[in-house]
């Protein structure tokens, strides 16, 4: 099966983004790991465009040998695959943007951070407009509504929430061992997991000499292991270095090298100038759950007896959720996290603008009144620029928290409109 094949039942709701982005900007980038998509949506997106796949090693070649010439022969508009390959190509295409500012003439797609490698982001500055393209998120799985974050901040959402008199078995397990990589949704468990395990052997030794001198990649792989265990928790190097034999300075390079292939991302805390009591340790997230249960050794028929490890997982799926929609959006979101030295926490800080809201999730299928005990300490620090929070969780029922903060819990499958 082709990616094309893989990927070609979906919708991409990134692609009204990037619809958007060619329409007045001359170089737009789709950013996002390998297999999750970016080929075939730049490939569809116009079908008349000329198509250039740097993954071709006669037409990598080319280009190492002499940029300039090859991005000279090529005509107005034009698509890259993978143009982390070739970082030298972008001086090139600076050069003949500068001579030529047309919109939409070079869309790339990349598998590598390309905002974190200082020679590629530098030459394109202020002529390249970076879309983040995540593997597949729920809500396009299921083809549903693609503005939960948005309809939730605008307060669309609280008039829709309805119960179901008969709980439904849950799916979240076999979501959350799926993941999103496309070639994985389209196999069975066993199947999928093969593929998860081949894909990061892969993609670690293939790409990781396009972005770094590092000469061992079976070092990177221990490190991605070992933080699959630690996905959702907060990020102490001290503790993998001594874990995994290094110093600090290496799995800091090792870590920054997994940030660049979109293999892990770091969550900050989220801080404010009224407490002096929060903790200012990021949280780290592996970007794929299915990923992080392949290599953990998870798989849905360990849901109730490994129930705290799939929790770490469901707060890590969730996070990749929204932040997924936050790139399809024209809105600024950030996201962080809560945590103070009473070890009180809100897994995800969601700010826009001056408006602040947090997100609880839970694995579990009970809502209880403590769990917003996170949500309500966020909103007494915050004060009036807290807006309202939601205690995610695998049950059925939406119901009030507390009515006077705006706090509610609700199905983790609202996420995806069920």
């Not at 394109?124 to 939730?152: I, S, Y």
């Not at 009144?369 to 029922?397: E, N, P």
């Amino acid at each position: 099966m082709t990616q094309s094949d893989a990927n070609q039942n979906y919708p991409r709701y990134l692609r009204n983004a990037m619809k958007i982005a060619l329409s007045d900007t001359p170089v737009v980038c789709l950013l996002g790991p390998r297999q999750s998509g970016k080929s075939t949506l730049a490939q569809t997106y116009d079908l008349e465009r000329t198509y250039v796949d740097l993954d071709n090693q006669d037409l990598l070649r080319l280009a190492k040998n002499d940029p300039q010439g090859f991005i000279d022969e090529l005509p107005e508009q034009v698509t890259i695959d993978e143009i982390q390959r070739v970082p030298e190509l972008t001086l090139a295409i600076k050069r003949s943007v500068d001579a030529n500012r047309k919109p939409g003439r070079f869309l790339l797609t990349g598998s590598a951070n390309l905002l974190q490698l200082p020679r590629l982001a530098d030459s394109l500055a202020g002529r390249m407009e970076c879309l983040h393209l995540h593997p597949l998120t729920e809500v396009e799985k299921e083809q549903g509504n693609r503005n939960f974050l948005t309809d939730w901040m605008d307060g669309k959402l609280e008039s829709n929430f309805k119960t179901t008199a008969k709980p439904a078995p849950s799916r979240l397990p076999e979501r959350l061992v799926t993941g999103g990589f496309p070639e994985a949704v389209k196999r069975p468990e066993k199947r999928a997991r093969t593929w998860q395990k081949q894909y990061i052997q892969s993609i670690i030794e293939r790409d990781i000499h396009d972005i770094s001198d590092v000469q061992d990649a079976s070092d990177v792989t221990r490190l991605l292991e070992y933080l699959t265990y630690q996905t959702a928790q907060l990020l102490n190097i001290s503790t993998i270095a001594n874990a995994l034999r290094h110093t600090r300075r290496t799995v800091d390079v090792h870590l920054g090298i997994l940030e660049k292939l979109f293999l892990v991302r770091r969550l900050p805390a989220w801080h404010s100038n009224r407490s002096k009591r929060l903790v200012k340790t990021p949280k780290v997230h592996i970007c794929d759950s299915g990923l992080a249960a392949a290599l953990s050794g998870l798989q849905t028929n360990k849901w109730n007896e490994e129930r705290p490890r799939f929790g770490h997982l469901l707060e890590s799926f969730v996070f990749q959720q929204l932040q997924a929609m936050a790139d399809w959006s024209d809105e600024d979101f950030r996201f962080c996290h809560y945590r103070d030295k009473d070890k009180v926490e809100v897994d995800l800080v969601i700010e826009t603008g001056n408006e602040i809201r947090g997100i609880e999730v839970k694995a579990a299928a009970t809502a209880h009144d403590q769990d917003g005990k996170g949500l309500r300490r966020l909103a007494d620090i915050a004060g009036k620029q807290f807006k309202g929070g939601m205690v995610l969780y695998d049950g059925q029922h939406t119901l009030p928290i507390d009515k006077s903060l705006n706090l509610w819990h609700a199905p983790v499958s609202r996420l995806w409109g069920e």
